[in-house]
């Protein structure tokens, strides 16, 4: 049976990996001599760490004190989309991370957003917002969300620069394969213009962006009257709106 301190200190591991808050020094050893030592017991307490209390600990010289505090220091100002990567939340990986970051630009925002809208986001659906919604429903998550914020570390994403309102108003879902865009790059220039992208098409969808070999979202179109257009269409919505 897992332990608290082992449960615990697999959070921490992933926390401070290379692929979420790459804090250098922190490897699964330093991370286990701190959680038995009582300096951690959670991934924020990696950021009240002191220099001195770990100089008195046995191969913790100098330097490498030293160099795990700037790493730390360093850790605080990441991107959003490492810190939700980092929070361990059951089927957010770096990719999914990195969407929702770029959707929301806040925790607070991620936080705050119901459970219908997160599930007709383009990448989240119906089995993964329930995750979203348990995770930041959790106390316990809440409280470390507080402590991370209290100890300085950055829960804002970068500002999206918005090209024009052409698109304001307009909802979007995609489909297939397109001829010079990736689904990404389609997502993003329809954001830019102001239009925003779902994942389900319903009589409240304005466009169905479709491109070669669609899936079963362009029948659905059909079916309920909504319109189809490819990616020159959009290009045309974008330089004439």
């Not at 001195?52 to 605080?76: G, Q, Y």
């Amino acid at each position: 049976m897992t332990t608290y301190d082992e449960w615990n200190r697999a959070l921490v591991e992933f926390f401070v990996s290379r692929g979420a808050m790459d804090i250098e020094g922190m490897g699964p050893q330093t991370v286990k001599t701190l959680i038995e030592k009582g300096f951690i017991r959670d991934e924020a307490d990696v950021f009240y760490l002191q220099p001195e209390p770990l100089l008195e600990l046995e191969r913790f010289a100098e330097k490498k004190v030293e160099n795990l505090m700037a790493s730390i220091e360093a850790a605080r100002h990441r991107p959003l989309a490492r810190l939700i990567t980092a929070l361990g939340i059951p089927g957010v990986g770096s990719t999914v991370a990195a969407l929702l970051a770029d959707r929301y630009r806040s925790i607070d925002a991620l936080r705050q957003t119901p459970a219908d809208e997160l599930e007709d986001v383009a990448g989240i659906g119906s089995v993964l917002a329930p995750e979203l919604i348990a995770w930041f429903s959790d106390p316990y998550n809440r409280q470390l969300l507080e402590k991370l914020r209290a100890a300085g570390v950055n829960m804002q994403g970068a500002a999206r620069e918005k090209s024009s309102d052409a698109l304001d108003g307009l909802t979007f879902v995609l489909t297939g394969t397109l001829p010079t865009l990736t689904r990404d790059d389609a997502a993003r220039l329809i954001e830019a213009h102001g239009g925003k992208v779902v994942s389900t098409v319903s009589k409240k969808t304005s466009y169905v962006l479709m491109g070669d070999s669609p899936g079963s979202k362009a029948d659905k179109a059909a079916k309920l009257g909504v319109s189809i257009i490819g990616e020159a269409e959009l290009m045309q919505l974008i330089q004439t709106s």
